[in-house]
């Protein structure tokens, strides 16, 4: 009796678990992007990567007074980012750099000290659409007592854009990484 219930509940686990991941394939910026909506916070958080869509989006939101300052995180396109965001408008003097992370749990890790350090309690991360969902994770994991907002940028979200900009492979690494960080960090993705 035992072992049918649990082939039973195996089977349909499975089967679960396949309508999902069709699904998620199928419709991928369904599954892939958050967003909050219009939100305000104390701070932008901008991870690094993407195709210097994120600084823009960043600087649009704080010229929405979203929120008083950015801080940047993420080794490599720090100083691009950080310039591109004065280019736009952002006072120097509101970017706020942490140039030693290399992962998207290394920009929570990281810029969460940061946040606690100076008793920050909201933030809006912006990152690119079909990252937005791990990052978003990522970060509530890692700091459960603070409130994370999600206002991602939708370059490249048309679907008719996504082979020749390269988005279809960078959402292929998504959903190799959602399940990797959930297996490996315990970073839970929904």
Request: charged share 25%.
């Amino acid at each position: 009796m035992i072992r049918k219930w649990l082939f039973r509940t195996t089977i349909l686990t499975m089967l679960l678990v396949t309508l999902v991941a069709v699904l998620a394939c199928y419709n991928p910026e369904k599954f892939l992007c958050v967003d909050s909506g219009n939100v305000t916070a104390d701070v932008i958080i901008v991870p690094g990567g993407g195709s210097r869509e994120r600084p823009l989006r960043a600087a649009e939101l704080f010229k929405q007074h979203a929120a008083p300052r950015i801080i940047l995180t993420g080794a490599g396109d720090d100083e691009i980012n950080r310039q591109l965001l004065i280019k736009a408008g952002v006072p120097a003097t509101a970017i706020q750099v942490e140039n030693k992370s290399t992962t998207t749990r290394e920009n929570a890790e990281f810029t969460i000290k940061l946040l606690r350090a100076e008793k920050v309690r909201t933030a809006i991360l912006v990152t690119s659409w079909y990252h937005s969902r791990r990052a978003l994770k990522t970060f509530e994991h890692y700091a459960p007592e603070l409130a994370f907002y999600s206002r991602p940028s939708y370059y490249a979200f048309a679907r008719e854009d996504w082979k020749k900009l390269g988005i279809n492979r960078r959402m292929r690494f998504e959903f190799l990484k959602l399940p990797g960080y959930w297996i490996r960090y315990d970073v839970n993705p929904f």
